[in-house]
Nanobody, 117 residues
C-alpha cells in the first residue's frame, strides 16, 4: 500500500505563498503520475497540477503561471509551490498517485489552504 502524507497547508492573505509537500512511501520511479487536486465546499474535486514519471507537467488553467509542481526523488516527495494566491484558491488540497505496475490509485488525507482578502 502506498501512503501519501501531505503538509504545508495553512492560512495566508491574498497574494501570499504556500508550499505543499506530499511524502510518499514508495519510490517515485514506480509512480506513473502524481498530482494535486483540490475541493472547495460544495464544489467538485478538480485537478490542480500533475507530474508524470518522465517529468511532464500539467496545470489547471486557473493556476498556470502561479503554481509549480515538482519532484524530489531523493526524498520521495512531491511539492506544489503556490504563489500569488487568491481567495478562490481556498480548498482542501489532496495528493494523488498512480502506480506503474497495477495502475492502483492512492489519495492523501488532504490539507486545508485558506486565502483571505
Amino acid at each position: 500500500q502506498v501512503q501519501l502524507v501531505e503538509s504545508g497547508g495553512g492560512s495566508v492573505q491574498t497574494g501570499g505563498s504556500l508550499r505543499l509537500s506530499c511524502a510518499v512511501s514508495e519510490s517515485i520511479a514506480r509512480l506513473i503520475v502524481m498530482g494535486w487536486y483540490r475541493q472547495a465546499p460544495r464544489n467538485q474535486r478538480e485537478l490542480v497540477a500533475s507530474i508524470t514519471s518522465i517529468g511532464r507537467t500539467n496545470y489547471a488553467d486557473s493556476v498556470k503561471g502561479r503554481f509549480t509542481i515538482s519532484r524530489d526523488s531523493a526524498e520521495n516527495t512531491v511539492h506544489l509551490q503556490m504563489n500569488s494566491l487568491k481567495p478562490e484558491d481556498t480548498a482542501v488540497y489532496y495528493c494523488h498517485a498512480v502506480t506503474i505496475r497495477n495502475r492502483s490509485t492512492y489519495w492523501g488525507q488532504g490539507t486545508q489552504v485558506t486565502v483571505s482578502s
